[in-house]
């Protein structure tokens, strides 16, 4: 996952396994050493999926059961929602071609929004990407892992 301008911010792992199946978060550390120019990569989250029973995330070593920390609502489950380290409530919906973070309160603001890949049939090709709002910074991180989950 790269910012506007392609630095790598994050990368992600889901390692093909019989089984239950571990999704690794990492985030890009920037290196203070000036004579190695190589940025470092850190575990900061994972998402164990597992097949009977609710998955596991991990954040920062904080461990949170997905049926508790961002149970589904909705009629068919589309509808994902958590607690922010901020302590406001935040709402993931997913549509047929878009998911949408929003505050889950009486303004609904949207903070978050994917677009899926374009195959270039009508317009330019362009990769997948999520716009996240400038207000969610202090918590990327969470963003980022609850978005993957969803």
């Not at 790598?8 to 889901?14: A, I, Q, W």
């Not at 989250?45 to 961002?70: A, C, K, N, Y």
């Not at 195959?119 to 993957?148: C, E, N």
Request: hydrophobic share 35%; glycine share 8%; net charge negative.
């Amino acid at each position: 996952m790269t910012n506007e301008n392609g630095q790598v911010l994050y990368k992600t792992s889901t390692p093909f396994c019989f089984g239950t199946r571990m999704t690794t978060l990492y985030k890009v550390v920037p290196n203070s050493d000036p004579d190695d120019m190589w940025d470092h990569l850190e575990v900061i989250g994972e998402i164990e999926w597992r097949f009977s029973g609710p998955s596991v995330m991990r954040l920062h070593g904080q461990e949170m059961m997905t049926d508790t920390f961002i149970p589904r609502h909705g009629i068919r489950g589309r509808k994902c929602m958590f607690m922010g380290p901020d302590d406001l409530p935040y709402r993931w919906d997913m549509g047929f071609r878009i998911v949408r973070l929003s505050c889950n309160d009486t303004t609904c603001q949207e903070l978050a929004w994917s677009h899926r890949q374009g195959l270039s049939i009508i317009g330019p090709k362009r990769g997948p990407s999520l716009d996240v709002d400038p207000s969610l910074m202090h918590m990327l991180d969470m963003v980022i892992l609850t978005f993957i989950f969803v």
